[in-house]
């Protein structure tokens, strides 16, 4: 229901604000997610508005559809509500690039009386006048415009490329493209192997340790397909038999790692492209079903980087265990693990900080087996865990658990308000009282002048032009010292703003749906660590804008617990320096 009260009027001055990540093509797109929020944060200063941060910045996100954007799935959901002020992004583009859809948002925020503000310089738009209606609706369209343009030359692009029989996007691993465009043999690329397991870039002539072994992608990938062509051996356990030979793989940033179940599947997957095939559609979504299907399938003898027996060979056994699907009816929605993605091994985690290698981490992923749902060890990569999954109730009762500990009462929140302002990262205490002083002085002082101004214009002695140049100088002046706010009446107002954003996760988290507990999970926090064995959360992360309440809240458990003043750190707890122990002991 829209709400009646004007912005201006309501309790709370909540602003919805929105990041989001269109492609990240080089390292100056990389950052546009940081640019975006310093931008927006401004902006909320600016207007005194609290912000409620939404994000979809895990890759490419399109602004052409809403399904593959989590972050702006919850904003929409929360956008009616009557604390709700105003809207805020970066431009107009980062909400959608459709349209009719900038349409519907414009006419809701109107009914609803909330400002649609936009943060970058120069894009402020007033929806309010039929000028600024039109604005936004021609902006839109050009977005939109902007968007089919550069999809069209893209697929123009990618189909000639096709015909002419050269592969598109990221080369399979273990091959590079030639002046021509076409695929070849990458026997240049490669890491070293050390006996502990690590894997070291390089090149051939520079060995890191004399016991060192090298070996190029291209021997990595041929060794993949080999024992997969066998035929006694699944993706799983080709990925742990790979890592155990030391046979390195490649990550997307180019960077040598061990092997993992997905990445073998990719590898099998590439059989046609490595035989000198381009196909229109992803490997992903190719099968093959019968011998036969293997045979039509007219390989290039010219064009294939790998012997076409062996190549043939993997389409075989491929056909072999491909089932053909069966007709189900209606596709089943795919269920929303809520914390999958943000959850990490903690055997993994430890392996990662005692190397200083952040590549060795590993996060959980979701998956149904008998008798319900469990998040998984991401297969294909061994560590020291004996167990290898965890029931999602199990988990996600202890993130509950978790979160519920965060919460914290007025006593307590008074407390740690006082702890930030007594930290050493805090001003000095008379720099702050000064301030404080000298903000109440100069409101009581432009108050007097204001009133003077009146009385000298009520006694003729001003001219009605000097009478509202001068209220309008005042005014501005009395807005800009009352809106001021000292750095310890800043820092109480983030905390609070993490607070309750706490405590509507804890309130919500054993009642709200899965797609909900997801979306308000990954918001809050950046990361959480589980030991399988002992089936306990053991460290976490929130997200950077709440960081400061995690170190306040860590802090008051070590002090009250052991009296230590100076519990401050950069942010990362142990679960027994908060004091939250207790919480998942058995």
Not at 228 to 246: R, V
């Amino acid at each position: 229901m829209p709400s009646s009260i004007p912005p201006e009027l309501r309790s709370k001055q909540v602003a919805l604000c929105y990041v989001r990540l269109s492609q990240a093509r080089n390292g100056d797109d990389a950052v546009s997610p940081e640019r975006q929020r310093a931008n927006i944060l401004a902006k909320c200063r600016e207007l005194g508005y609290e912000p409620e941060w939404y994000q979809d910045v895990d890759g490419h996100k399109s602004g052409r559809d809403v399904k593959n954007r989590p972050g702006w799935q919850a904003l929409s959901k929360r956008l009616g509500d009557p604390d709700v002020v105003a809207l805020i992004g970066n431009d107009l583009a980062r909400f959608h690039r459709k349209g009719w859809r900038v349409g519907d948002l414009v006419e809701f925020v109107e009914e609803h009386n909330i400002a649609l503000i936009l943060a970058a310089p120069g894009r402020q738009i007033d929806t309010s006048s039929p000028m600024g209606k039109v604005f936004v609706y021609l902006t839109a369209i050009f977005d939109e415009f902007y968007a089919d343009d550069i999809s069209h030359r893209v697929k123009d692009s990618i189909a000639h490329r096709k015909h002419l029989g050269k592969s598109v996007g990221k080369p399979p691993f273990g091959t590079t493209r030639d002046k021509a465009g076409y695929l070849m043999p990458n026997n240049e690329e490669g890491a070293w192997w050390l006996l502990d397991g690590q894997y070291v870039a390089g090149n051939s002539d520079a060995p890191p340790a004399p016991d060192a072994i090298w070996r190029t992608y291209y021997e990595s990938a041929c060794r993949a397909l080999t024992l997969f062509a066998e035929g006694n051996i699944g993706l799983e356990k080709l990925s742990y038999q790979l890592n155990e030979e030391g046979y390195p793989f490649r990550d997307r940033q180019g960077e040598p790692r061990k092997w993992c179940q997905e990445d073998t599947r990719r590898v099998i997957a590439n059989w046609p492209e490595y035989g000198g095939l381009v196909f229109d559609q992803s490997a992903k979504y190719r099968s093959v079903h019968t011998r036969a299907e293997v045979d039509r399938t007219h390989l290039d003898a010219n064009r294939a980087v790998f012997p076409l027996e062996l190549v043939r060979q993997v389409g075989y056994v491929r056909a072999e265990r491909t089932m053909q699907p069966a007709d189900h009816g209606r596709k089943r929605d795919v269920y929303p693990y809520p914390l999958s993605h943000i959850t990490r091994c903690a055997h993994c985690e430890a392996q990662a900080h005692l190397q200083n290698d952040p590549r060795l981490r590993t996060t959980f992923g979701g998956t149904e087996r008998k008798p319900g749902r469990v998040y998984r060890h991401m297969p294909g990569i061994a560590c020291s865990c004996e167990v290898r999954s965890v029931p999602c109730a199990v988990l996600e009762e202890d993130f509950g658990q978790l979160i519920k500990g965060l919460v914290v009462d007025e006593r307590a929140f008074a407390l740690m308000v006082e702890m930030a302002d007594n930290s050493p990262e805090t001003s000095h205490p008379t720099t702050r009282v000064d301030m404080a002083q000298t903000r109440q002085r100069n409101i009581l002082k432009l108050k007097k002048k204001i009133e003077n101004t009146r009385t000298l214009f009520r006694e003729a002695d001003l001219s009605e032009d000097e009478y509202r140049a001068h209220m309008a100088e005042y005014r501005a002046e009395l807005a800009y010292w009352e809106a001021y706010t000292t750095e310890q009446e800043e820092v109480a107002l983030q905390l609070n703003l993490c607070l309750e954003a706490i405590q509507r996760v804890a309130a919500m988290w054993d009642v709200a749906e899965a797609a909900e507990r997801r979306s308000m999970a990954h918001n809050l926090f950046e990361y959480i660590v589980y030991d399988l064995d002992k089936q306990r959360i053991v460290d976490f992360r929130l997200k950077p804008w709440a960081n400061r309440f995690l170190v306040l809240r860590a802090a008051l458990a070590a002090e009250e617990r052991s009296g230590i003043k100076n519990a401050y750190s950069n942010g990362r707890r142990d679960m027994l320096l908060m004091g939250l122990e207790p919480m998942f002991s058995p």
